[in-house]
């Protein structure tokens, strides 16, 4: 089928019609979910080899053997998708899924970590209605009758605010949202770099470009952690891996706390924070001056190179280093992350960036464009601390009344300085879908328990996707962990919720069904889609087990136009003098593992020693050491780091990888809620940012914070591996010359490895 | 096992080159130019094996069970002034990143230790550790030269709040108070698969791929290789021997543009782990 027909046939129309906006049917809330009606066509010899719906657990159980099922992992926006391995009808393994081309079989620590989301003791298993000011357990049909009272009519002044959201969720919680006649939906998650999105999209057009990490010659990243945390790290992980083979790239990694990316680069360069846009204009400026370089070269680009070398604590020295290897090793890609990005000016950081890549002719080579989707309404909303914004201001001013929270957890993640707290008190109904006791869900009058990722029926869409139009099909893998009637779907509440208001969805009884019904009708626009397999199947049943052992559909996308990049204008502020009494940068750093703070729930996230400094559980404080040395600070010591916005009580680790103006505290821990794993561990240094914001998209400035440290205890006398609250697995710095990692030099590798 | 089997077992299996009539001998590669760090084979490996959380105050004793870690230096050892740490306020050239488990020695030093042989050879060259025989004397854990034995101080398994233990692997035990235990080569994996080719009548081979570690399955970056050393067509063979890396040595002889070596090969411990140098572009 030609483009032009498939366009035809599936308008943006017809495909809501597949989502059943214009049939009518009858359903109730919250009946009949996570069952559903396929027939299990499949010979139970052969089923080992097969992956398939867990429709029915108990006709699957084989004891001693093990089934796969496909599904997505939703530990992160990635949405890596997996193989569940179960036995005896429970999951006992996630691994990748060898055929996906978001993550190649692969999965992260987190996504490995997922059983212990899934078996959480602290998940909620029944509603809860708070009553004189406590929540207490309720019935699913007092749930119900509360949750219809107020969204089952029209409300404008209802507030919605979900995590990172893509696929049906998206669709059915906007159609929710249009039929409750509400324009309030935010989308708020913390760490997708919004700033750099917004950036992307002004500058290339394409908010989420591809990156061809292995065509690169030189990838020099200013702060993305793409191997840690940044928009997909297993993707880029894999990525990584070609890119290391000979003829083998280089990385060179500037920011001002090291990650995880930052640790396997081959140049480490600490940067003053917030200058990392001058140091990307002092390197245009030096590449356009060269000799050697034949690009085009945007007008005016004089930048005092001295000026710039005190500015940005990188010498000239290297800058020339950094030019030579820019001009030379060709093509390169220079990415933007969250660390550069977290200021006032972080969208001139992202678009000093933009304009390298423009000038050494990267674009179109290692950034390459992407295909107009074929459906918006599926693509991932990455959303960002805007949104959060728009959606505390709302309810701190009125202007709404009934606040919904749906995978996002504001009341941990919001600053002090936005009084969250005190807005969300606010309103006169709050309800959360959720699956842990964290913070906001502990907050609300009404609390729906939701089944975790591995017991529902979903899709979604990447967030970053390697290939256009890759659809990810999620699939319950078992029952229920505390058994039916316990734990609903989101999916299933929304449809009941949806079909209250709008007659159309009550076409199905189950949100499983609604997916497999427009899936069906999207099947015109996918890629290959599967067929009858066996004798006796029809087509239809071919296809629907097809996608269900797949895991994945590709819709069809129109072939992508070249990027047509718009030279940015940079306009960097002169850096504000120091105050004196808030000397030091505050990182509040990612990582991966705890993540932003949800993930704290899995005993082995936080007993994963953090990969730089090896320190299990907890909260901690990287200072340079020098700087501890000029403070007077060993590792162990306790000290109260402040802002203008609080302070923190925590413990000193003396870290190398850190620049000597900047000291890092990782997000994470400091719940005063979210369960017995997470509860009362460590700090949370979200709670002292400072009230900045990027000035072009209103995106909060999280690396701007500064703050002071004062010494208030000494490590303790008795010097063992835990000194007062720091667990440190390995102290040890040093190999002490024994020869337990070796290396030698890429040009040895490469020229004994050859061309890979 | 009777004291004159185990003996036997012992001396046979502890022979220079015992291998040499087996078929089957595990190993595995670790390319340090692709391992990141980023502990995804920790964590597969704790869900895979029935690791427990110990949580704070026991870290802090120092009795965390997951049975691979990643050893993270900063700087390289003697020998390698281009790529230690330079005249620098930081470490310009990143960290250094090993995973660590069980080397599966074949001339392993816990194992004449055990005064029970809970701790013994086995033909797939495999260390392996019978843990209702362990007795928890702990003399392995001190020989070995790579800390990679992990004791069960306590009964974790017993305190493990449901439903959470409904994420028990059960084609491996759980393991009790009192006895010792470390990386198997997730052993439940091999086993399986030597019977999956011995319902098809073969026996003494495994196809190379056919059987994955939890850890190798995980790793974004393809960092691991794991097969069988016996089998001349698997790829962790010709990684060995591209790399130059030869069982039955205790000082290896790379040729130039070779990476391999074994850590702490000079105690003559014959690990079935080979890790390759890591790399790092020097002109940057
Ligand atoms: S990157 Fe995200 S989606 Fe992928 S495995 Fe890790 S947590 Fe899951
Ligand atoms: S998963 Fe792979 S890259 Fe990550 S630490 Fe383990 S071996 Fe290294």
Known sequence: MSQKNLNDELSRRTFLKAMGLTSAGSALLLTGCGDTDIVNQVDLEVRKELVLPAVDPEDFVRPGREVHYASTCRQCPANCNIHAKTREGRVIKIEGNPASSTNLGKLCAMGQAGLQGHYNPDRINKPMIRKGGKLVEATWAEAETLLKKHLGKKNAKLAWLSGAISGHQAVITKAYMDAAGSKNSFVFDTLPPAVGLAANEKVLGHAMPKYDFDKAKLIVSFGADFLGTWISPVQFGTQYGQFRNAPRGTLVQIESKMTLTGSNADRWIAIKPGTEGHLALALASLIAADSSFKGKTPANLNVDIKEASAITGVSIERMHKLRDMLISQSPSLVLSGNSAEGFVHGTETANAIHLLNMMLGNIGETILPRAKPTFPELQPQLGGWADLKAFIDGLADGSFDTAVVYGSNPLYQAPSFMKAEEAFAKAKMRIAFSTYPDETTMACDLVLPVHSYLEEWNTSMPAYAAEDGHLNIHQPVMNPVFGKGSTYSYGDIMLGLVSELDATFKNWDNYGAYIRDSLATMKPALVNPPKATTAGQTDEEGFQQGILASGFVTIKEAAASPIKAKVPAVRLPKLAEDDGKYAYHLVPSARMGLYDGRHANSPWLQELPDQLTSVMWGSWVEIHPNTAKKLGLITGDKVKVSSAAGSLEVDVVVFPGIQEDSIAIPLGNGHTEYGRYAKGVGVNPFKILTPQFDEETGELATHATKVSITKIANRGEVVTRAHGDLVLASEAMSQKGREIVKSVSAEDFNHNEGEG | ?284
């Not at chain 2, 105050?57 to 870690?69: A, I, L, V, Y």
């Not at chain 2, 020989?143 to 439903?163: G, L, M, S, T, W």
């Not at chain 2, 543009?257 to 020097?282: A, C, H, I, K, Q």
């Open chain 2, 1 to 284: 096992m009777s004291l004159s089997r185990m003996l036997e077992n012992w001396s046979r299996l502890n022979q220079k080159d015992y291998y040499k009539d087996e078929p089957i001998m595990w190993g595995m590669s670790i390319d340090l130019n692709k391992c990141t760090g980023c502990a995804s084979c920790v964590t597969a490996c704790n869900a895979e094996n029935n690791i427990p959380a110990v949580g704070k105050e026991k870290c802090g004793s120092g009795h965390t069970m997951s049975w691979m870690r990643i050893e993270r230096y900063w700087d390289s050892p003697e020998g390698e002034p281009d790529l230690a740490v330079e005249e620098s306020e930081y470490p310009e050239r990143g960290a250094h990143f090993a995973p660590m488990m069980c080397q599966q020695c074949n001339h392993a030093p816990c194992e004449p230790v055990c005064p029970v042989a809970a701790t013994y050879h086995n033909p797939d060259g495999l260390n392996a550790q019978v843990y209702n025989r362990c007795i928890g004397s702990r003399y392995c854990g001190t020989n070995c030269p790579f800390k990679v034995r992990y004791f069960n101080f306590f009964d974790y398994q017993e305190d493990i709040p449901h439903p959470m233990e409904m994420l028990l692997n059960p084609d491996l035990t759980v393991r009790s108070k009192g006895v010792m235990e470390k990386c198997t080569f997730c052993v439940q994996r091999l086993r399986n698969a030597k019977g999956d080719q011995a319902d098809k009548g073969i026996r003494g081979h495994v196809e190379d791929g056919a059987v994955q570690t939890a850890c190798q399955q995980s790793c974004p970056t393809d960092a691991i290789v794991f097969g069988n050393l016996k089998d001349g067509e698997s790829k962790v063979s010709h990684a060995w021997e591209s790399h130059g890396v030869e069982l039955n040595r205790h000082e290896q002889f790379n040729a130039e543009g070779e990476r391999g070596y074994r850590v702490f090969e000079e105690l003559n411990v014959e690990p079935s782990v080979m890790y390759l140098d890591r790399v790092r572009d020097t002109n940057a």
